[in-house]
């Protein structure tokens, strides 16, 4: 690893120990991003949530088990969680009686807005020292070393024997820099 290497993989590893940007980073993950995504792989309430937030209209049980490639009991069981805690509200559909809406509350839909202006908040602070050619450059970069650590496979990074209680092995470099 040259020098420069080692001192962005530093820089990375200082904001990476920051806790309130860890703390951000999570939670904006597990509502997804602005755009729409789903950023978090957990398939719980959050999940649920946002897709709802993105769906206006309301979705039916269905719908949320194929998008979230969930089962359906799981989608019944955390839409009566969501229903009890007044995020959610089950309609019956206009067009088929059959059929239950689900869609966010009053209360949802005011817990997704305060989450996005805390982010916006939080966005606007976080890159202020950023001019707009800067934040373009850093948004590429971050782009290019996320694609580039999807063919990363840690364990090949990590000393035999780590995370089976036994002892790092004793040879050369395993001392430096690691993790």
Do not use: C
Request: charged residues 25%.
């Amino acid at each position: 690893m040259t020098d420069l290497n080692h001192e962005l993989f530093d820089s990375f590893g200082k904001l990476m120990q920051n806790r309130a940007f860890m703390m951000a980073v999570m939670h904006q993950r597990d509502l997804g991003d602005r755009h729409g995504g789903m950023m978090g792989g957990g398939r719980g309430q959050m999940r649920l949530l946002q897709l709802l937030s993105q769906s206006p209209a309301g979705l039916t049980n269905a719908e949320i088990a194929e998008l979230l490639d969930i089962r359906p009991s799981s989608v019944s069981a955390t839409i009566s969680r969501l229903v009890d805690a007044g995020l959610v509200e089950r309609l019956p559909s206009e067009t088929d009686k059959r059929v239950v809406i689900v869609r966010l509350s009053a209360a949802g839909r005011e817990m997704f807005e305060q989450h996005a202006d805390r982010v916006d908040d939080l966005t606007t602070k976080l890159f202020s020292g950023l001019s707009d050619d800067e934040k373009m450059t850093l948004e590429k970069l971050l782009a290019k070393l996320s694609t580039s650590m999807t063919d990363l496979d840690l364990r090949d990074f990590m000393p035999r024997g780590h995370g089976h209680g036994m002892d790092f092995p004793h040879q050369p470099g395993w001392g430096r820099r690691w993790f």
